[in-house]
């Protein structure tokens, strides 16, 4: 018996923060990749559902429209990773909090807001598992894998006027 692997589909979506790279397994957005990337082997297909459902939402949040998303995810991670991903789902549209809160409130004493930063700093489905959310204690905007810029750039979409 042979087990069926998961189709990965692709296809690119421009964006206030550059062209995104989004990915499904046909069931689920499985990521979101910041440009610069290499473009994966084989056609885009612009008609999966789910890049298709991605690629509206995804629109309607930059136009200030949308401020969750519903969408099926799949991120690929620990399962640690996985408990800080659906954190940072559960931080409100236009809200920010600390690595040291999101490592409170999952109860992981006081070396957890390092790991929560690295957990952070993994997340495959950025914007959709709104990582750029979370800043440092003092409020300070710190590291963002896609940029400093990208960061302030999906705060103020968020918070017109505030970053």
């Known amino acids: 018996m042979t087990i ?18 989004l990915r499904s397994d046909g069931r689920a957005l499985t990521a979101v990749v910041f440009s610069p990337f290499d473009r994966p082997d084989g056609e885009p297909d612009d008609a999966d559902p789910i890049l298709v459902a ?3 939402q995804l629109k309607e949040y930059f136009a200030g429209e949308r401020r969750e998303f519903d969408l099926p995810l799949a991120p690929d991670g620990t399962d640690f990773q996985r408990r800080v991903w659906a954190a940072l789902r559960e931080i409100p549209y ?7 809160e999101i490592a409170r409130q999952l109860k992981l004493g006081s070396r957890g807001a390092r790991a929560v930063g690295l957990a952070n700093g993994r997340n495959p489905i950025p914007i959709v598992v709104p990582c750029h959310r979370v800043v440092g204690a003092d409020g300070s905007l710190t590291g963002y894998g896609g940029g400093l810029d990208r960061k302030r ?3 103020a979409v968020e918070s017109p006027g505030l970053f």
Do not use: F, H, I, M
């Open 4 to 21: 069926k692997q998961a189709v990965s589909s692709w296809t690119v979506v421009e964006s206030p923060v550059g062209d995104l790279l």
């Open 54 to 56: 991605a690629r509206q």
């Open 94 to 100: 236009a809200a920010t909090t600390s690595y040291g």
């Open 153 to 155: 750039t999906l705060l």
